[in-house]
T-cell receptor
Framework: GAVVSQHPSWVICKSGTSVKIECRSLDFQATTMFWYRQFPKQSLMLMATSNEGSKATYEQGVEKDKFLINHASLTLSTLTVTSAHPEDSSFYIC????????????FGPGTRLTVL | KNQVEQSPQSLIILEGKNCTLQCNYTVSPFSNLRWYKQDTGRGPVSLTIMTFSENTKSNGRYTATLDADTKQSSLHITASQLSDSASYICVVSGLRAGKSTFGDGTTLTVKP
């Protein structure tokens, strides 16, 4: 089956620093990748959608200057949380889909970000 | 506006019992419906995916049904196990834009 990995699985950082999270599709080419955040006991919230080689499309209310998304290749997308603050602490999950895959999304294991 | 509504919001059952989770959607035109299982602190894992022409699909003890006419789906879990405790998410994709609509999930707790 299609496998998506995320790195790191958890990260703790100081307020004001930037954190980069990687999302990789290990055994398929991901034409589209999605980034979600999830607060405890809440549903997944889509942050942005990125297609390889083009700019990400952000959902309403998501600051694109704060959450930088790069989808430089068909197997790698990165999310950088810039100048992180405690309210950015959350569970970040990526997913990936491939062209012709009925838009099925394969999810990564998630990254727990804690900002002190 | 495309919507996916799941019920119940949460459910507690005893180990070994069966249960059924519901998903109603308004996404149109419809492409496919997926059920995911999300353990706490983990990413969602796909259980089943159904297209318009399919009305039932099984994955071990999980059986999903789809009624595209009434825009309803259910996920039936047979002989529940403690490891079934998780959030179950219904996701519906339309034919346009490649975007999926997520339900809020049903939190299932299986008790011994």
């Amino acid at each position: 089956g299609a496998v998506v990995s995320q790195h790191p699985s958890w990260v703790i950082c100081k307020s004001g620093t930037s954190v980069k999270i990687e999302c990789r599709s290990l055994d398929f080419q991901a034409t589209t990748m999605f980034w979600y955040r999830q607060f405890p006991k809440q549903s997944l919230m889509l942050m942005a959608t990125s297609n390889e080689g083009s700019k990400a499309t952000y959902e309403q209310g998501v600051e694109k200057d704060k959450f930088l998304i790069n989808h430089a290749s068909l197997t790698l997308s990165t999310l950088t949380v810039t100048s992180a603050h405690p309210e950015d602490s959350s569970f970040y999950i990526c997913s990936a889909s491939f062209a012709g895959g009925w838009y099925e999304q394969f999810f990564g294991p998630g990254t727990r970000l804690t900002v002190l | 506006k495309n919507q996916v509504e799941q019920s119940p919001q949460s459910l507690i059952i005893l180990e070994g019992k069966n249960c059924t989770l519901q998903c109603n959607y308004t996404v149109s035109p419809f492409s496919n419906l997926r059920w995911y299982k999300q353990d706490t602190g983990r990413g969602p894992v796909s259980l089943t995916i159904m297209t318009f022409s399919e009305n039932t699909k099984s994955n071990g003890r999980y059986t999903a049904t789809l009624d595209a006419d009434t825009k309803q789906s259910s996920l039936h879990i047979t002989a529940s196990q403690l490891s079934d405790s998780a959030s179950y998410i219904c996701v519906v994709s339309g034919l346009r834009a490649g975007k999926s609509t997520f339900g809020d999930g049903t939190t299932l707790t299986v008790k011994p």
